[in-house]
């Protein structure tokens, strides 16, 4: 998106110090800045503050700040992630209004940023889609995403996260999505809410956003999900596999690499696709996928070709063969009981002669003991060896991710292994060590 550095005075209430200026898209990172773009310090971990001079070497535009301004075109703001959420709403608000009735939010326990990039493909082969990059799906990332979109786009795909109440009805009053998608409700960020019914009251504020002529897509094979009906003013769409789906999943095929073929029945006629990544459990993120285009007026032909081959965000459930025959599935990303369950099936699922899974914390649960002994005791019924990386909550020895990354050359062919834990255990760097 095209602006001036006016506009986002005037959009968060800020002060304007030096010459105005033109910008496109905008950033939080310095190192991914692309010319011209406003630069947005974010105060965590790090000040972003610090890395203003960075920016501004690399071609920004202009920058927010909550300090003294510098050199260069600046807006100052008391916060920066305030600042960049009414910018962000902004940039929603002046979007075309051919955008209006295609923006979708998505959110969910599980599946949410594999539902986020099949519905990007799906819609985007009848329409010019800008959707959120990776797991863009916080105070920041959702307005970036917006900030981001191309001034010709025709339809917005948005990841919600959230890790307490209140978070996603933030987001959806930045992005004002018309069609709202909950892919399940299960335990992830248990220890920051009471329960899974504290978490499903949590994922249902998208629903409640929307408006009466928007559209919810809700999980018909989840109770918790499927009773946000009770909270919706819009109409409903159903997805899975239950015989009241609007948008039923009829048949699932694996191959011998654990990719489905899924067969829909829709509103829209019928339609079958493969889908790029490993798992069963993936049909249904791709059904939601295709309930999202069919809403948005997407021929769902097209866009089940188009999910074939969807650009997938890195470290889920990807599955290759590395140099010494070992069948690898990637799903480093992220992790909970649910979405470990589910790739310790397709694991299963795989022909091999022995069968190893690398996993780490799963991190903010409530019972995270009990958890972490019953996903255990899942993987030996599976007669899967599991190797535990830096925790002892598994109930197994445990092994330093040093160790781990040494470990790599005891395997080879006949062997599958999985690398799965949440975003803390760093387990990213063991994928790169199989070659």
Request: hydrophobic residues 45%; contains cysteine; neutral net charge.
């Amino acid at each position: 998106m095209r602006f001036m550095a006016t506009d986002v005075a005037y959009a968060v209430g800020g002060q304007l110090s030096g010459k105005n200026a033109h910008l496109s898209g905008a950033t939080f990172d310095s190192r991914s800045l692309a010319m011209g773009q406003l630069f947005v310090p974010i105060v965590a971990q790090r000040d972003g503050h610090d890395f203003i001079d960075d920016a501004l070497a690399r071609g920004a535009g202009a920058y927010l700040t909550s300090r003294e301004p510098g050199r260069g075109t600046a807006i100052v703001v008391p916060d920066t992630v305030e600042a960049l959420r009414k910018l962000g709403r902004w940039a929603r608000e002046s979007m075309q209004p051919r955008v209006q009735h295609r923006v979708v939010g998505i959110t969910g326990s599980v599946g949410k940023t594999t539902t986020k990039d099949f519905a990007a493909a799906a819609i985007g082969s009848a329409l010019k889609v800008a959707a959120s990059s990776r797991s863009f799906n916080n105070d920041q990332g959702v307005p970036i995403t917006l900030l981001n979109a191309p001034d010709d786009c025709e339809a917005l795909v948005l990841e919600m996260g959230m890790r307490g109440h209140g978070e996603i009805t933030r987001l959806t009053e930045v992005g004002l999505p018309r069609i709202g998608v909950v892919t399940a409700v299960a335990e992830a960020h248990s220890a920051l809410l009471d329960n899974l019914d504290g978490i499903a009251r949590a994922k249902g504020e998208l629903i409640e956003s929307l408006p009466s002529d928007g559209i919810a897509i809700l999980n018909a094979d989840d109770d918790r999900v499927l009773a946000m009906q009770a909270r919706s003013s819009a109409p409903i769409i159903t997805f899975g596999e239950a015989q009241t789906s609007t948008v039923r999943i009829v048949n699932v095929d694996l191959d011998s690499k654990a990719h489905a073929t899924v067969h829909l029945a829709t509103p829209w006629g019928n339609v079958s696709f493969r889908l790029p990544i490993a798992g069963r459990h993936s049909a249904s993120n791709a059904a939601a996928a295709i309930a999202a285009a069919g809403a948005c007026g997407v021929d769902i032909q097209g866009a089940g070709a188009a999910i074939e081959s969807a650009q997938m965000s890195p470290n889920r459930m990807s599955v290759r063969t590395t140099s010494r025959g070992v069948t690898l599935i990637d799903d480093a990303y992220n992790a909970n009981p649910k979405s470990m369950a589910a790739a310790f099936e397709t694991l299963a699922a795989l022909p091999a002669k022995r069968r190893f899974a690398f996993v780490g914390v799963m991190a903010e649960l409530k019972t995270p003991e009990l958890a972490h002994r019953a996903i255990a005791a899942l993987a030996r019924r599976h007669n899967i060896d599991l190797i535990c990386v830096d925790t002892n909550l598994y109930g197994e020895e445990s092994v330093s991710l040093q160790a781990a990354i040494l470990r790599v050359g005891d395997f080879g062919e006949g062997d599958a292994v999985l690398i799965k834990g949440s975003r803390v255990a760093g387990l990213e760097r063991l994928v790169e060590a199989f070659a």
